[in-house]
């Protein structure tokens, strides 16, 4: 059967950071005085509690390792940097744009939700509907209300084989969430081995093959 809908996730699926996001953060955190190994550990904090986001972050940072930065100016420099270095994956056009006018998109991400929108938007993404959530390994909640709204089977696309792997435990088969796991030649998860089958691709754009 034909596919309902194609959803994708959005880092490392449609989009990335030209300079690794962690590192270029971890390099600017560096010359404000953060520690390498602080900010690691307030890092994962931040992305493991609900999604990383620059304002969570420094709370963190305040709050649990009482480093206090020039919250102003920080953000605004963060954003700055974060505005040279998003970039839309050159395939994403294929699933996203034009080419792809007969199927109705969404995407399904995990991260802080305010963060995650304004990558969207940044990028110039109209999806036809966008669910972020805040946990990891969480997403066969907002594609079962996919599935209500366009019927099945809708194909999702992750970079992340444990993302994948959840939507199988949560319940959802084969025949109602078509999983494709997206390994570009520069993921940053080498070693990731999925514990479910999934379609295997290195391009967006075998997935309207």
């Known amino acids: 059967m034909k596919p309902r809908l194609l959803s994708f996730d959005l880092d490392g699926t449609l989009a990335y950071f030209n300079q690794s996001q962690y590192g270029s953060l971890a390099d600017f955190f560096a010359r404000h005085g953060v520690p390498s190994e602080t900010f690691k550990l307030a890092y994962e904090k931040t992305r493991l509690g609900g999604g990383f986001s620059p304002e969570r972050f420094l709370t963190v940072l305040a709050d649990q390792y009482a480093i206090k930065l020039e ?38 991400s995990f991260g802080d939700a305010q963060f995650q929108n304004y990558k969207i938007k940044l990028l110039n993404l109209a999806p036809d509907r966008i669910y972020i959530v805040n946990a990891f390994l969480s997403k066969a909640k907002p594609l079962r209300e996919i599935i209500t709204a366009y019927g099945a089977p809708v194909i999702h696309v992750d970079d992340s084989a444990p993302e994948l792997d959840a939507i199988r435990r949560a319940g959802l088969s084969e025949e109602e969430v078509i999983t ?9 998860w080498p070693d990731e081995k999925p514990d479910f089958p999934h379609r295997r691709i290195s391009s967006l754009t075998e997935v309207l093959a």
């Not at 953000?75 to 940097?81: A, F, Q």
């Not at 505005?83 to 199927?103: C, E, I, Y």
């Open 180 to 188: 494709y796991h997206l390994v570009r030649g520069n993921t940053p």
């Open 71 to 108: 919250t102003k100016k920080v953000l605004d420099e963060v954003y700055t940097r974060l505005k040279q270095t998003l970039t839309l994956f050159p395939d994403a056009s294929s699933v996203m744009g034009p080419s792809n006018h007969t199927r109705p998109t969404a995407i399904v």
